[in-house]
Nanobody, 120 residues
Framework: QVHLVESGGGLVQPGGSLKLSCAAS????????MGWYRQAPGKQRELVAR???????NYADSVKGRFTISRDNAKNSVYLQMSTLKPEDTAVYYC??????????????WGQGTQVTVSS
């Protein structure tokens, strides 16, 4: 079993910054793509940013130039640096990873979510 644990959410004023972290833990596993999704009240969950094994990334148009995704393979972790935050960035942010283990093929895992609220 693999677990993803997020941290770093909170309340921030418009224009401020936050950094989200997500660490994977569990029995022997291999991480592939990692990413961040978000879900605002009444809306569908959407991709925010994704980072592939080789380090390439893609971002939702709404966050390009403001958010930066990175990963530390030695720590089995992915990060999301969020800057110039806007009220419309308010959502629950979920860590996502494609993971395989010794007994399972590559499949999607999700964290429990962390609330980000942008408000004055």
């Amino acid at each position: 079993q693999v677990h993803l644990v997020e941290s770093g959410g909170g309340l921030v004023q418009p224009g401020g910054s936050l950094k989200l972290s997500c660490a994977a833990s569990g029995s022997t596993f291999r991480l592939y793509n990692m990413g961040w999704y978000r879900q605002a009240p009444g809306k569908q969950r959407e991709l925010v940013a994704r980072i592939f094994n080789g380090g390439s990334t893609n971002y939702a148009d709404s966050v390009k130039g403001r958010f930066t995704i990175s990963r530390d393979n030695a720590k089995n972790s992915v990060y999301l640096q969020m800057s110039t935050l806007k009220p419309e960035d308010t959502a629950v942010y979920y860590c996502n990873a494609v993971v395989s283990t010794v007994t399972t093929m590559a499949s999607n895992y999700w964290g429990q979510g962390t609330q980000v609220t942008v408000s004055s």
